[in-house]
């Protein structure tokens, strides 16, 4: 169970960032674009982009993941996932971001620029990119540093991974 909602959960990981990156490259090609068809064009496949793949795509990380929480409760407990909580919170925040800025540009409310864009894009990658390294390296974990000085292999530590590969 743990194996297949950790696949779930990478998959809307997976279709929230990469369309969140994709949507900030789209609205920085849409800040500079002179023709009013192709504005409307862009401003709509920002829209479905984000209403039909990005939002969707964190629903169901969240929902997954609070389902792993209730599977493996102690995890909680670790200080990578704490931090990787804060960082998904940081996610939300940009995705809200870039929606709300889209829609008000959309609807020619503000002036979004091609920087703005581009800073949005860099701050959902380097956020990622730490969320990954989290996950994958858990560098707060006793558990860890206390296999790391005997030499031992870092498997030993309590994750979503280790409880679905005793199951």
Excluded at 12 to 19: D, E, K, L, R, S
Excluded at 122 to 135: E, K, P, Q, R, Y
Aim: hydrophobic residues 50%; glycine residues 6%.
């Amino acid at each position: 169970m743990i194996a297949w909602t950790l696949v779930f959960h990478l998959v809307g990981m997976v279709f929230w960032v990469g369309t969140l990156l994709v949507v900030t490259q789209i609205l920085a090609i849409h800040t500079e674009e002179p023709s009013p068809e192709t504005r409307d064009t862009l401003g709509r496949l920002e829209s479905r982009l984000l209403r039909g793949l990005a939002h969707p795509g964190a629903a169901l990380m969240v929902v997954t993941g609070l389902l792993l929480l209730y599977l493996a409760p102690n995890c909680l407990r670790q200080h990578w996932l704490q931090a990787k909580l804060v960082l998904v919170a940081t996610l939300v925040v940009l995705d809200l971001r870039l929606t709300f800025r889209a829609k008000a540009f959309q609807k020619g409310h503000v002036e979004v620029s091609r920087r703005e864009c581009m800073y949005l894009h860099g701050a959902i990658s380097f956020v990622f990119l730490v969320v990954l390294i989290l996950v994958l390296i858990r560098p707060f974990s006793t558990v860890h540093r206390l296999a790391e000085s005997r030499g031992k292999s870092r498997s030993t530590g309590t994750s979503y991974v280790s409880v679905a590969e005793s199951r």
